[in-house]
């Protein structure tokens, strides 16, 4: 028995703080047919991984750095994290990350007169009455892309 004023140490093993979510679970994002479609259309079917886990600890917004360093040492998220090396091919991601340096990205400011242009763009790209819908046109493919309405219709132009 031991005396009330002693103290106990208790070895405890070391927690993630990230916990990875099931492969299943993951599989009914990238099984979605919408989302099939969006991947093909991107080029990304094949090239993408998905992975998504679970913060497991308190996060306030003013904490991004910490969580990008939790995330870079965390072994759970080190077990999936494939980074290429110089020859190109893809490892693991190993070690720890003792420096990382990242800025956070404005967003306060949202400019929406960029979106002036549908409204007296000639051909007309929006309705001007009622709620300004986007105008339909005949599904047409350009550039590898369908196009089945005016604003996508008038994005090539808009390029060149």
């Known amino acids: 028995m031991t005396q009330p004023?002693?103290?106990?140490?208790?070895?405890?093993?070391?927690?993630?703080?990230?916990?990875?979510?099931?492969?299943?679970?993951?599989?009914?994002?990238?099984?979605?047919?919408?989302?099939?479609l969006l991947l093909k259309k991107w080029?990304?079917?094949?090239?993408?991984?998905?992975?998504?886990?679970?913060?497991?600890?308190?996060?306030?917004?003013?904490?991004?750095?910490?969580?990008?360093?939790?995330?870079?040492?965390d072994s759970t998220f080190q077990q999936h994290f494939q980074v290429p090396d110089r020859k190109g091919n893809k490892k693991l991601l190993q070690g720890t990350i003792s420096n990382i340096s990242m800025q956070p990205m404005p967003a306060s400011a949202t400019r929406l007169d960029l979106f002036d242009r549908l409204m007296t763009a000639d051909p007309p790209v929006v309705r001007k009455t009622?709620?300004?819908d986007i105008i339909k046109c005949m599904d047409d493919n350009r550039e590898g892309f369908q196009v089945g309405d005016s604003c996508l219709a008038a994005l090539p132009a808009a390029m060149s």
């Open 130 to 132: 009622g709620e300004g």
């Open 43 to 73: 080029g990304l079917v094949g090239q993408l991984q998905l992975h998504t886990f679970f913060y497991s600890k308190y996060y306030h917004k003013l904490q991004g750095q910490q969580l990008v360093h939790d995330l870079f040492n």
């Open 5 to 36: 004023d002693e103290q106990q140490t208790v070895a405890v093993a070391p927690s993630t703080s990230f916990v990875s979510v099931p492969e299943a679970q993951q599989q009914l994002v990238t099984q979605d047919p919408y989302v099939k």
